[in-house]
């Protein structure tokens, strides 16, 4: 069973650039039928589906947040990685990484990002 963690700065400022990585262990990310996703949950509310990178390297996005979500992988690495543009403090959420195949299965620990000057 695959293993996922999150990793990335725990603090941004506003208008910055939020960069997660997400690290794979127990199985390739090119493993035919995975998909690879990026998953929020903001306090007090509940989880928001940002969007996953496929095993062919395909990706998709919620479309909240599509216009400023992008999403790209490093196989060297088996890595996946989530940037968040033009960040407000509406953008403070527990981040997770999870795998899919035909439902979502192995999920990260999370990580918190707090959006603040």
């Known amino acids: 069973q695959v293993q996922l963690q999150e990793s990335g700065p725990g603090l941004v400022k506003p208008s910055q650039t939020l960069s997660l990585e997400c690290t794979v262990s127990?199985?390739?990310?090119?493993?035919?039928?995975?998909?690879w996703n990026w998953i929020r949950q903001p306090p007090g509310k509940g989880l928001e589906w940002m969007g996953a990178i496929h095993y062919d390297g395909t990706t998709t996005y919620g479309p909240s947040l599509k216009s400023r979500t992008s999403i790209s992988r490093d196989t060297s690495k088996n890595q996946f990685s989530l940037q968040l543009s033009s960040v407000t403090p509406e953008d403070t959420a527990m981040y997770y990484c999870?795998?899919?195949?035909?439902?979502?299965?192995?999920w990260g620990q999370g990580i918190q990002v707090s959006v603040s000057s």
């Open positions: 999870a795998s899919a195949v035909r439902s979502f299965g192995s």
């Open positions: 127990g199985g390739s990310i090119t493993a035919s039928y995975y998909i």
